[in-house]
């Protein structure tokens, strides 16, 4: 018997385990090349994992919310095209099949801190996923094991301890919540006043990241930002003059973004420490230029695909990598190393019709650009006769920059240099 080992992909660097979060085969199925087997969630996206072969599923190693390290073996496929027979398992594995019995586990401590103490309890397996909400939630087995699971035999669930909270929470309308109404935790405390008409939402996986990840940031960065408004008008009438013409030859929307990367590519060659991250004493200068694209989702999270290797590709290669990664991210296509490997970051604000922003660093980088909507104002312009007032395209630039490394010099020329390159642009130029 041919027999093919899943094991669970890279994810990425500098992560190290998943957690399976679906699976969509069962021992027993036959599967094609490229059919979807699992779905998985690390600390930075959800994926789909599809079969690289065609075949048998004969063994599922791993259930459904346990976190798994990146290698290890998740299933396995007979690709010999012969039927599975249950029978059979113990010449396919050496052993007896693995039958999930949940058996309880002697324990004394009502600590929610130790894993080992949470795996299994009162003759109910609790997943990693939930031990760690549990965790976060400061719940205490005792109170764990009076939450009624959904799950098999009683099995408690994500939506099960997460629908407890929600009620738990609303148990103490009117009261006022503080740090010493729950049990003690690692996680700073503010007082929160709730009336009964208040609405209590729990935040998403995908939040609770963001929010850890931003609050790291700025415990770990000392934030500084620099500001200014720039001319964009060259950019926008070439853009206005080229994009119908554009769109009919390549299928392609074309926005000012490219241009302005373009352009943020041309300031970093000038000023590498902006491209660049921080390892204890160390300033590491980043040979590649990969750009992270803030975009916003439907749900209302946010996602940071990167365009690698971004200084290698024109402007053309440039639109087009930026409207896959948009595109992606909308359609919740990308993969981990979609979003991995970033040197520098640049949000978007004009999206939302805003003026400008002060967003903050995406670690482990240095810095990260705000851009601004464009819009008509009068400006004084200098011509060979004396000034005038004319109406021009202008956006406003924000730099936040790492002042650990970064000085308000290097950062304001920095970004009076991308505001050159910006101003600059060649209006006749063809693509």
Same mark, same amino acid.
């Given at each position: 018997m041919a027999q093919f080992e899943i094991i669970m992909p890279k994810l990425g660097e500098s992560i190290e385990e998943a957690t399976i979060t679906k699976w969509f085969?069962?021992?027993g199925d036959k599967v094609k090349d490229d059919d979807i087997l699992l779905e998985i969630a690390t600390d930075k996206v959800d994926s789909e994992i599809p079969s690289p072969v065609s075949g048998t599923?004969?063994?599922?190693?791993?259930?459904?919310?346990?976190?798994?390290?990146?290698g290890s073996?998740?299933?396995?496929?007979?690709?010999?095209?012969?039927?599975?027979?249950?029978?059979?398992?113990?010449?396919?594995?050496?052993?007896?099949?693995?039958?999930?019995?949940?058996?309880?586990?002697?324990?004394?401590?009502?600590?929610?801190?130790?894993?080992?103490?949470?795996?299994?309890?009162? #003759?109910?397996?609790?997943?990693?996923?939930?031990?760690?909400?549990?965790?976060?939630?400061?719940?205490?087995?005792t109170e764990l094991e009076k939450i009624p699971g959904s799950g098999l035999n009683g099995r408690l669930q994500k939506n099960d301890i997460l629908k407890y909270i929600e009620q738990r929470d609303k148990g103490v309308q009117g009261q006022t919540v503080t740090a010493a109404s729950r049990p003690s935790s690692d996680?700073?405390?503010?007082?929160?006043?709730?009336?009964?008409?208040?609405?209590?939402?729990?935040m998403d996986r995908m939040r609770k990241l963001i929010a850890e990840h931003m609050v790291m940031s700025k415990r770990v960065s000392a934030h500084v930002t620099n500001m200014l408004e720039t001319d964009v008008t060259n950019i926008v009438m070439w853009r206005n003059r080229i994009k119908e013409e554009f769109y009919n030859r390549e299928k392609e929307k074309i926005t000012y973004l490219p241009v302005f990367l373009e352009s943020v590519i041309s300031a970093l060659k000038d000023y590498p420490k902006i491209n660049a991250s921080v390892d204890g004493d160390n300033i590491i200068l980043r040979k590649n230029i990969n750009l992270g694209i803030a975009v916003a989702l439907a749900s209302g999270n946010?996602?940071?695909?990167?365009?690698?290797?971004?200084?290698?590709?024109?402007?053309l290669g440039?639109?087009?990598?930026?409207?896959?990664?948009?595109?992606?991210?909308?359609?919740?296509?990308?993969? !981990?190393?979609?979003?991995? #490997?970033?040197?520098?970051?640049?949000?978007?604000? #004009?999206?939302?019709?805003?003026?400008?922003?002060?967003?903050?660093?995406?670690? !482990?980088?240095?810095?990260?650009?705000?851009?601004?909507i464009v819009e008509k104002k009068p400006a004084v312009i200098e011509t060979p006769t004396g000034d005038?007032?004319?109406?021009?395209?202008?956006?406003?630039?924000?730099?936040?920059?790492?002042?650990?490394?970064?000085? #308000?010099?290097?950062?304001?020329?920095?970004?009076?240099?991308?505001?050159?390159?910006?101003?600059?642009?060649?209006?006749?130029?063809?693509?």
């Open positions: 085969i069962k021992a599923v004969i063994k599922i190693m791993h259930q459904q919310d346990e976190t798994v390290p990146v073996i998740i299933a396995i496929i007979d690709t010999s095209g012969g039927d599975f027979h249950p029978e059979k398992q113990e010449e396919i594995s050496g052993k007896a099949p693995e039958i999930a019995v949940e058996k309880p586990v002697e324990i004394s401590s009502s600590d929610t801190s130790d894993d080992s103490v949470l795996q299994k309890v009162a #003759g109910r397996y609790y997943s990693p996923l939930v031990r760690k909400i549990a965790r976060e939630e400061n719940i205490s087995l996680k700073p405390k503010v007082t929160v006043s709730i009336n009964p008409e208040d609405e209590i939402i729990p946010l996602i940071v695909p990167v365009i690698k290797n971004a200084d290698q590709l024109s402007l440039l639109i087009k990598a930026l409207n896959k990664v948009g595109n992606d991210a909308r359609n919740n296509k990308l993969s !981990p190393d979609d979003i991995s #490997g970033g040197t520098f970051t640049i949000s978007n604000f #004009g999206t939302f019709r805003n003026v400008m922003g002060t967003p903050i660093i995406n670690q !482990p980088q240095v810095a990260v650009l705000g851009i601004g005038v007032i004319a109406i021009r395209h202008k956006m406003f630039l924000s730099l936040t920059y790492d002042h650990r490394i970064i000085d #308000g010099a290097y950062g304001g020329a920095f970004l009076r240099k991308l505001a050159d390159y910006m101003e600059a642009f060649d209006s006749s130029r063809t693509i």
